[in-house]
């Protein structure tokens, strides 16, 4: 099964809005910060749990400052190292134990994982940057359809928003996983997300009210707080 149809995606979104609660939510979508150094431009994904930069650390540092006059009533995230170790200085200041989700657990790269974006040309014959529209297609050696990973992140998406009527919720996980959110909500082609830069460390928000139309409106893109 295949995400590529925007019929189906269109399907996926009508499904989203109408098991939402009918009340507004707010989502901080997070990526964690700089990974260390051997891992830049490295497909990591999945299956390898990479730790952050000393850079790294300071985005974290960075994000919860930024938040710091924001309510924020419940954090969300991914397993990973990488996540973990973004979070935990909101966290800290919050006094907010954050619920893992292994589903939002960044994209299984499958046969690329360890391969730099210039070694993908080289040994599968492919430009790395066209990674979502590749997995929407043939897809990559081992790893994950847009489908399998639209299948395992919605789930989480809908519990997280029907678990927090009229709250703030910051989800911290991946540049690819928030790919996933926003084309989930937006009803688009998971390849179209390629037009949106999800940077280390930055902030996207996302406001849900189903009453409305245009039920998920992005008030804040890819915004990273000043170190």
């Known amino acids: 099964m295949k995400l590529a149809s925007s019929a189906g995606l269109e399907h996926s979104t ?20 700089e990974v260390e150094e051997r891992y ?11 730790a952050l930069s000393p850079l790294g650390v300071k985005h974290g540092e960075a994000i919860a400052r930024w938040l710091t006059d ?4 419940a954090i969300y995230a991914s397993p990973m190292l990488r996540v973990q170790q973004t979070l935990a200085p909101l966290s800290e ?18 046969d690329w994982t360890g391969y730099r974006w210039d070694g993908v040309q080289e040994h599968f014959g492919v430009s790395a940057f066209d990674w979502l ?8 050696p081992n790893g994950e359809s847009a489908a399998e990973l639209e299948h395992r992140v919605q789930p989480a998406l809908l519990k997280i928003l029907h678990d927090n009527p009229h709250k703030s919720v910051a989800i911290f996980c991946h540049g690819g996983i928030i790919r996933v959110i926003l084309a989930l909500m937006l009803g688009q ?15 996207t928000v996302v406001e849900v009210q189903p ?9 804040l893109m890819n915004f990273c707080p000043p170190i």
């Not at 830049?40 to 990479?50: L, Q, W």
């Not at 009453?211 to 008030?219: L, Y």
Request: no cysteine; charged share 25%; glycine share 8%.
């Open 14 to 33: 009508h499904a989203l809005k109408s098991h939402l609660p009918n009340h507004p939510t707010q989502l901080y979508l997070i990526r964690h910060g």
């Open 70 to 73: 924001t309510k924020i009533d």
């Open 211 to 219: 009453e409305k139309k245009h039920a998920f409106e992005i008030e």
């Open 133 to 140: 529209e590749i997995i929407e297609t043939k897809g990559i």
């Open 93 to 110: 200041q919050r006094d907010l134990k954050p619920t893992t989700i292994p589903s939002l657990r960044e994209t299984d790269f499958g």
């Open 40 to 50: 830049h431009k490295v497909f990591g994904g999945s299956r390898i749990d990479m």
């Open 189 to 203: 082609p998971l390849k179209h997300m390629a037009h949106f830069n999800i940077e280390y460390g930055s902030i």
